[in-house]
T-cell receptor
Framework: AQKVTQAQTEISVVEKEDVTLDCVYE???????LFWYKQPPSGELVFLIR??????QNEISGRYSWNFQKSTSSFNFTITASQVVDSAVYFC????????????FGGGTRVLVKP | NAGVTQTPKFQVLKTGQSMTLQCAQD?????MSWYRQDPGMGLRLIHY???????DQGEVPNGYNVSRSTTEDFPLRLLSAAPSQTSVYFC?????????????FGPGTRLTVT
């Protein structure tokens, strides 16, 4: 069985602060994919990143960065110099290699960035 | 391309009523899925389809039916609505790319059962 845990249910920061969202996963598959999605107040799901289990390189995209560590089964997400527009719920998700197109989601972390 | 479309955006049902949530995609994706989103629980898979005529159960299938007669459409039927089915429902379609599935989500349907 697969499982994704996002232990932080809500994080509140002041604009320009950095914020790190934790994601811990469990899977028995040797090949798997990890994802982050953003859900702004408007409700749609916005794809942010996909990472496969063979690629442990960290990734940076603008103010966003991701730290993938297989040794601790974690795929953490950092927003640098947060902005009010970053206020949203962020979901981490996992797909095992044998799971086809089925995603297992974490419970989500709500980020509130105050001006 | 319109992407993944869902109708209606909002719906209120009384307990025991039935209804169908519509989902359509115009990207010729083989794979389609239905998820429900509940507070604190992320999204959970209800049913999925790997092609026209083929469907299977996800994590929380009870109370829901699906069918896939065409590649484009994947309706979700609630047979006898219950308050526990109050949720936001997302349809997704995906295709295989570079060893992984690129998943596209619809805008969601907010359902309230009273």
């Amino acid at each position: 069985a697969q499982k994704v845990t996002q232990a932080q249910t809500e994080i509140s920061v002041v604009e320009k602060e950095d914020v790190t969202l934790d994601c811990v996963y469990e899977t028995r598959d040797t090949t798997y994919y990890l994802f982050w999605y953003k859900q702004p107040p408007s409700g749609e799901l916005v794809f942010l990143i996909r990472r496969n289990s063979f690629d442990e390189q960290n990734e940076i995209s603008g103010r966003y960065s991701w730290n993938f560590q297989k040794s601790t089964s974690s795929f953490n997400f950092t927003i640098t110099a947060s902005q009010v527009v970053d206020s949203a719920v962020y979901f981490c998700a996992l797909r095992g290699g044998a799971a086809g197109n089925k995603l297992t989601f974490g419970g989500g972390t709500r980020v509130l960035v105050k001006p | 391309n319109a992407g993944v479309t869902q109708t209606p955006k909002f719906q209120v049902l009384k307990t025991g009523q039935s209804m169908t949530l519509q989902c359509a995609q115009d990207m010729n994706h083989e794979y389609m899925s239905w998820y429900r989103q509940d507070p604190g629980m992320g999204l959970r898979l209800i049913h999925y389809s790997v092609g026209a005529g083929i469907t299977d159960q996800g994590e929380v299938p009870n109370g829901y039916n699906v069918s896939r007669s065409t590649t484009e459409d994947f309706p979700l039927r609630l047979l006898s609505a219950a308050p526990s089915q109050t949720s936001v429902y997302f349809c997704a379609s995906s295709y295989l790319s570079g060893g992984s599935y690129e998943q596209y989500f619809g805008p969601g349907t907010r359902l309230t059962v009273t």
